[in-house]
């Protein structure tokens, strides 16, 4: 896409916080905390809604095993292939791994005895997932290439993310913790149109963002949801579509670096 386009994002951004101001403050309703579904299993509350967030759990230990492996086999080819397979962007990616494990404790915690004091190490995790996710794919896009400068837009975005949450606990207003999520909405395809692209990046995004939405969607029909099937609720898909959405991001990131890495140890085999 044209030079021109790139700075639709910043604009993209601009029109967001302006919104927000002339909105106003945006409060939590009072509802929040009562689910559809309260059964207790096991001698679990909630036991549907604190159980799937094993989802989270085992997504993000799926990416921190596939981290691991690669280091290990990266130790076991030598330097040419370490250097292949770490990149600046890894940072990030691996900041939004850690980020989707936590948001399992988080949220698992949350909806144990749900109430505003849990509700905070719920939306934290969740909110470094967003902020983690948005520096890593403008580290992608924009091929930034110094590990300093990835650290420097993965600390920023922390920032704001923990500036967001806090800014929830002690003034009790959301805007800046949903303009964080839309933000992450809006921005990445935007990052990924006009910046060079692999194709499959876009598309595994694109089914992401769209599972990460129809979660929304069903956290929002919540009861509705659980009155139809009988058996789950809306939340509790909605924790199945996030994680999932989250799966796929981080299989897109792991299956990219054994590529190179599969290409840099075919390379030095043949130096040998």
């Known amino acids: 896409m044209e030079s021109k386009w790139r700075l639709l994002p910043a604009v993209v951004v601009l029109v967001c916080a302006i919104s927000m101001l002339m909105y106003g403050v945006i409060p939590q309703y009072d509802a929040y905390h009562v689910f559809a579904d309260s059964k207790t299993y096991l001698g ?3 036991a549907m809604d604190v159980l799937s967030n094993i989802a989270f759990g085992l997504t993000g230990l799926m990416g921190l095993i596939g981290l691991s492996l690669a280091w290990i086999l990266g130790r076991r080819w030598g330097a040419q292939v370490t250097a292949d397979r770490w990149q600046p962007r890894d940072i990030a990616y691996l900041v ?3 980020s989707i494990f936590a948001t399992s404790f988080g949220s698992g915690f949350y909806h144990w005895a749900p109430d505003d004091a849990r509700l905070f190490w719920d939306r934290l995790p969740i909110a470094c997932a967003c902020a983690s996710l948005l520096a890593a794919v403008r580290i992608e896009a924009m091929n930034v290439r110094r590990f300093s400068v990835a650290a420097a837009n993965v600390l920023v975005l922390l920032l704001f993310a923990l500036i967001s949450v806090l800014w929830w606990k002690n003034t009790g207003d959301l805007r800046l913790y949903l303009v964080l999520q839309l933000l ?4 990445i395809p935007l990052w990924q149109m006009t910046y060079p692209t692999m194709r499959q990046t876009r598309w595994v995004f694109a089914i992401a963002i769209g599972m990460y939405v129809s979660a929304k969607v069903a956290e929002i029909l919540d009861v509705a949801i659980l009155s139809h ?3 789950i609720s809306g ?3 909605k924790h ?5 959405a989250a799966a796929l991001i981080i299989w897109n990131w792991l299956s ?3 590529v190179h890495a599969s290409a840099a140890t075919t390379d030095l085999k043949r130096s040998v």
């Open 44 to 46: 679990i509350p909630n």
């Open 96 to 98: 939004f791994v850690v």
């Open 184 to 187: 992450a909405i809006v921005l």
């Open 229 to 231: 099937t009988g058996f």
């Open 235 to 237: 939340h509790t898909i």
């Open 240 to 244: 199945l579509l996030a994680s999932g």
């Open 256 to 258: 990219a670096k054994c």
